[in-house]
């Protein structure tokens, strides 16, 4: 089984969603992503499969064991904070912190709509 498929998986598990309906959510035909257990995906499939879990396409592909490792970061911007550029790693443990303790009293915040 490729990491990429192994991945899909642990995520709709996670989820509470099956791969069928992770299809339909994001319009791929049905049964697609099964086929991933041995060949490749294109990368615009990836991405979209990333979007939806609002992970990295490098976790999905098993090139990193984070699931929110990428480039890009969270800006001030997506806080509705208008200071520019990049939120400074020392700040992001908290805003991990007071995440992680919403979902904790929020369960239902996970689900998508």
């Known amino acids: 089984m490729s990491a990429?498929?192994?991945?899909?998986?642990?995520?709709?598990?996670a989820h509470k969603i099956?791969?069928?309906e992770l299809e339909r959510n994001l319009?791929?035909?049905?049964?697609?992503?099964?086929?991933?257990?041995?060949?490749?995906?294109?990368?615009?499939?990836?991405?979209?499969?990333?979007n939806y879990f609002d992970v990295s396409t490098d976790y999905l592909l098993g090139r990193s064991s984070n699931p929110t490792d990428n480039d890009s970061g969270?800006?001030?911007l997506d806080l509705d904070m208008p200071?520019?550029?990049?939120?400074?790693?020392?700040?992001k443990?908290?805003?991990?912190?007071?995440?992680?303790?919403?979902?904790k009293d929020h369960p239902d915040s996970l689900k998508k709509d």
């Open 93 to 103: 443990g908290m805003y991990r912190a007071l995440a992680e303790q919403y979902v």
């Open 27 to 50: 319009k791929f035909s049905n049964g697609i992503i099964s086929t991933w257990k041995k060949g490749n995906p294109s990368i615009d499939k990836v991405e979209k499969v990333a």
């Open 74 to 76: 969270i800006s001030w």
């Open 4 to 13: 990429l498929y192994g991945n899909i998986k642990r995520l709709a598990d």
């Open 18 to 20: 099956s791969l069928a």
């Open 83 to 91: 200071y520019g550029g990049k939120i400074p790693d020392d700040l």
